[in-house]
């Protein structure tokens, strides 16, 4: 079986920092695409940023030069450094991945469970 396990998310105040992790546990064959999306009060999920085999990476419009996403293949892992962190960014942070594992003969999409992140002051 596999999971995602996510953790750094809380509170920081505008302007502040706060870097998010996620690895890949149990048994993982091959991954393509890690990433994160996130969801807000009200609104519908939305991708934040994504990371391929090749290290090509992909940002929203309202994140990119403030989110910086980078990969750590040895251990299945993703990070997310977020800076300049701004009240709209408020939401709660899924990490995701595109991955061949757990048995099964296909890539399957698997989430984490979610992190907060509350930007307020």
């Known amino acids: 079986q596999v999971q995602l396990v996510e953790s750094g998310g809380g509170l920081v105040q505008p302007g502040g920092s706060l870097r998010l992790a996620c690895y890949a546990s149990g048994r993982v064959l091959k991954i393509n695409v890690m990433g994160w999306y996130r969801q807000a009060p009200g609104k519908e999920r939305e991708l934040v940023a994504r990371?391929?085999?090749?290290?090509?990476?992909n940002y929203a419009t309202s994140v990119a030069g403030r989110f910086s996403i980078s990969r750590d293949h040895a251990a299945n892992r993703v990070d997310l450094q977020m800076n300049s962190l701004e009240p709209e960014d408020t939401a709660v942070y899924f990490c995701?991945?595109?991955?061949?594992?757990?048995?099964?003969?296909?890539?399957?999409?698997?989430w984490g469970q979610g992190t907060q992140v509350t930007v307020s002051s």
């Open positions: 995701y991945s595109d991955l061949l594992g757990g048995g099964s003969r296909e890539f399957q999409n698997y």
């Open positions: 990371i391929n085999s090749a290290g090509k990476t």
